[in-house]
């Protein structure tokens, strides 16, 4: 088993079995996030550097516009696209196995968790992980320690307000703010 086999049964939302060859590819590519994010946050790097190591982390080029404030975590970074005039915040957390995708001119507050992985309930199962993406369409605002679960999506131009716990999808162009988060205003 390769990341690409890996890549594909997580992006059909397969679920992952904890003591599978996919969960052992997933180990040996956390690690690697591990690697990059130390560099990544183990002292001052220049906006370029940030950059260059967020491309390594990601596979992907990662946009000259783009800005972040490290420290940011990842124990995944292959599944996480992040699109062009992005900022994001220091202490951000991505759990991106399932996927996050980020589009253009977002804002992540500080301490902002994306969590794509759910485990069975059932506790024989527990250890398997069951993915699910979460998309960010373009102009969206995260405020500060905002926590996005599995599968949702929040549209274009929305606002999530500080301390949210987003569990549903959130439509364009609105405010929703509280844990679970809801709908408190239209754009």
């Known amino acids: 088993m390769e990341l690409d086999d890996l890549l594909a049964a997580l992006n059909a939302g397969e679920r992952i079995t904890g003591d599978s060859p996919l969960h052992a590819v997933m180990h040996r590519t956390s690690q690697e996030a591990l690697r990059i994010t130390g560099e990544l946050n183990g002292g001052y790097q220049e906006p370029e ?11 992907r ?32 957390r991505f759990q991106d196995q399932g ?35 979460i998309t960010l369409g373009r102009r969206v605002w995260l405020g500060a320690n905002v926590t996005v679960l ?25 405010v929703a703010v509280g844990s679970p988060a809801r709908l408190v205003r239209h754009l």
Not at 49 to 59: N, P
Not at 106 to 117: K, Q, Y
Not at 150 to 168: E, H, L, M, Q
């Open 49 to 59: 550097r940030v950059r260059e190591l967020l491309t390594a982390l990601t596979g």
């Open 61 to 92: 080029a990662v946009d000259e516009t783009v800005a972040v404030f490290p420290p940011l975590h990842s124990d995944f970074g292959r599944n996480l696209t992040i699109g062009r005039r992005v900022f994001i915040n220091s202490g951000c």
């Open 99 to 133: 996927g996050v995708v980020i589009g253009d001119d977002c804002l992540i507050g500080h301490n902002a968790v994306f969590a794509t992985l759910n485990h069975d309930l059932a506790p024989e199962r527990r250890a398997d992980m069951l993915p699910a993406p």
């Open 150 to 174: 599995p599968g949702v999506t929040i549209g274009d131009n929305s606002v999530v307000g500080a301390g949210s716990v987003v569990t549903k999808d959130v439509p364009a162009n609105t």
